[in-house]
């Protein structure tokens, strides 16, 4: 679960995932249980599941998360606080409901049965409406004490700069998520600069990461300025989390990257290597 969208999959031992489904994240969070039960029934009718075979249902969220209680501790993108989502869900769905940080489970996925395979110790950070870390320690997910380790998108990068969803300032979430990217361009367009996007944001029209896409694709110096600065504070940021750990791989992911990637990486590489 995202703060744009949830995507729901049905995973079984011998085939891995087997379908999807995605529908957009509701606007207010009073819908969110409804929300993330309907996506299980419809994923269960999709495939037409008999229910007795659904053995779980796992949740990740884009927050710092306690799964041994299925309280989520924040997850500002969501709007949730101290909020026990295990619990309620618990009530709506008939299965053991389990929670975890959207990107430990994506880091899981990658060491298991993506490219970092033979990393003992790895890191995954995702790139989207926020910024988030996953880290693999000895072949294990490293939560931390407070199940806090990984809030990568909460470093801060820029002294006094951008107010976060978590009330801090200049945290990287706050200078290069796609949320970020997305104001700065709304903010250069409101100044008098031209651009492709000026459209979207005259009518008022979410600029999503195709959107972005097609802008530096038709070279908008917009876009390309505010995509490469957010690219250069990311490269920032992964050096810190390299000096500090020294994983044997570090994975990029995530919305923004898959969508930019080509752009953006070489961007991120240098700015890698320079610091």
């Known amino acids: 679960m995202g703060g744009t969208k949830i995507l729901a999959a049905a995973i079984n031992s011998k085939d891995g995932i087997i379908t999807r489904v995605k529908k ?10 409804e929300a993330i039960s309907g996506i299980v029934d419809d994923v269960i009718e999709k495939l037409h599941l008999n229910k007795s075979n659904v053995k779980a249902v796992c949740l990740g969220v884009p927050g710092s998360v306690n799964p041994l209680t299925g309280i989520i501790g924040l997850a500002p993108n969501l709007g949730l606080k101290n909020f026990n989502i295990g619990e309620k869900l618990s009530k709506v769905i008939s299965y053991p409901v389990l929670i975890e940080n959207d990107v430990n489970l994506g880091a899981l996925g990658i060491k298991k049965f993506g490219v970092a395979k033979k990393a003992k110790n790895m890191i995954a950070v995702f790139i989207g409406t926020g910024i988030g870390g996953g880290i693999i320690i000895n072949e294990k997910i490293y939560r931390g004490s407070n199940f806090v380790a990984g809030e990568i998108g909460h470093m801060v990068v820029e002294k006094d700069g951008p107010l976060c969803g978590c009330g801090n300032r200049g945290c990287i979430e706050a200078v290069a998520s796609r949320t970020a990217i997305v104001r700065n361009i709304e903010y250069d367009i409101k100044k008098g600069k031209r651009s492709v996007l000026s459209d979207f944001v005259k009518n008022k029209e979410r600029i999503k990461s195709k959107a972005l896409s097609q802008a530096v694709k038709d070279k908008d110096a917009v876009a390309v300025k505010r ?3 957010a690219a250069e504070s990311i490269g920032i940021m992964l050096a810190g989390v390299s000096n500090l750990l020294n994983v044997d791989m570090i994975v990029l992911g995530g919305g923004v990257i ?11 590489k240098k700015s890698f290597k320079k610091n």
Not at 24 to 33: D, F, L, N, V
Not at 258 to 268: D, K, S, T
Request: hydrophobic share 40%; aromatic share 8%.
């Open 227 to 229: 995509l490469s600065e």
């Open 24 to 33: 957009e994240t509701p606007p207010k969070k009073e819908k969110y249980i």
């Open 258 to 268: 898959e969508a930019m990637g080509g752009f953006m990486m070489p961007v991120i």
